[in-house]
């Protein structure tokens, strides 16, 4: 008989997962899998269920991460940690879900649950960065922290507005924000000041459009940095290029897509990778993994 283990956070998104759990179980069961259930329990520091995969997984056909993009984040890191790695399913019941948009997988629940035993393995490309891996982004500068600095709560309350509410309130303290940087990647180099970016392989970041053909197979990422603005003139540049999906075309905007770079900072800066605080430090090596993890979708 197959194996399978359900990894499921309760608090994520607007706290649906539990709802669901039954249901992933009996279409599990019905398909002919064996399936344990490893729940996220966030005040048992000694107890993990990702790292617990490492140790327990490699007899293991299918892992299924029922919670939002963070969860299936930690998920991740220990996948990419073992050599054998069993095929990953995703159920996407979070507060933005932009991972599921990349692959794609349906957001609706009943849809992604029928994926679980009925949807075709798809292979796709994994951000590395320092120590760390991604699915989708890895950014820092003015909004980036918004993600895991919003509250749960009111995550689950108001889901991606939540994400908005939070980043106007500190909408000034992030248009002030800045970082001097020098960036070696692929066949071009940088050097100024900006005040974001982000590396990404995605349609959506936060709940909010963003530029490039998201591809996840080909092996290359978007890289887009912004620069610090110096005036209102500017300001309004980037912000109706940002809006009109115009970049390309924005002198403010660096807009690239490669396979690897170095990123050099003046000073400590903070990063996040899939929403959840990453590290802080002055270089950070960036490079794609190829197909690196299977999916069903």
């Known amino acids: 008989m197959k194996k399978a283990i359900l990894i499921f956070n309760g ?33 048992r520091t000694n107890y993990d269920p990702c790292r617990m995969l490492e140790q327990y997984g490699e007899d293991i056909d299918l892992v299924v991460c029922a919670g939002g993009d ?11 940690r073992m050599k054998n790695k069993p095929l990953l399913g995703y159920l996407p019941l979070g507060s933005t879900n932009d991972f599921a948009r990349v692959i794609p997988i349906p957001t609706e629940p009943e849809a992604a649950i029928e994926v679980l035993t009925h949807g075709h393995p798809f292979s796709y490309d994994i951000g590395k960065f320092n120590g760390l891996y991604f699915n989708y982004v890895a950014a820092f500068g ?26 106007l309130s500190h909408f000034a303290e992030n248009l002030s924000y800045r970082r001097h940087l020098h960036i070696k990647a692929d066949h071009f180099h940088a050097d100024g000041e900006y005040i974001f970016g982000a590396v990404y392989n995605a349609a959506t970041i936060g709940g909010f459009q963003v530029a490039g053909k998201v591809t996840p197979d080909n092996g290359k990422f978007d890289l887009l940095l912004v620069k610090a603005p110096d005036n209102l003139m500017e300001v309004t540049s980037i912000l109706n290029a940002l809006t009109n999906q115009e970049i390309d075309s924005c002198p403010e905007i660096l807009h690239r897509e490669i396979s690897n770079a170095e990123i050099t900072f003046d000073e400590p800066t903070a990063w996040t990778t899939d929403g959840d605080f990453a590290e802080e430090g002055t270089v950070f090596r960036f490079q794609v993994c190829p197909r690196a993890i299977t999916i069903l979708r």
């Open 70 to 80: 963070g969860t299936l984040f930690h998920l991740v890191n220990s996948l990419m």
């Open 11 to 43: 608090s994520a998104g607007t706290g649906r997962v539990r709802q669901y759990a039954y249901q992933v179980i009996e279409e599990l069961t019905s398909a002919g899998f064996r399936t344990e259930v490893w729940p996220i329990l966030p005040d």
């Open 142 to 167: 003015a909004f980036a922290a918004v993600s895991y600095s919003t509250d749960q709560n009111t995550k689950n309350m108001l889901g991606h507005a939540a994400y908005t509410i939070n980043g």
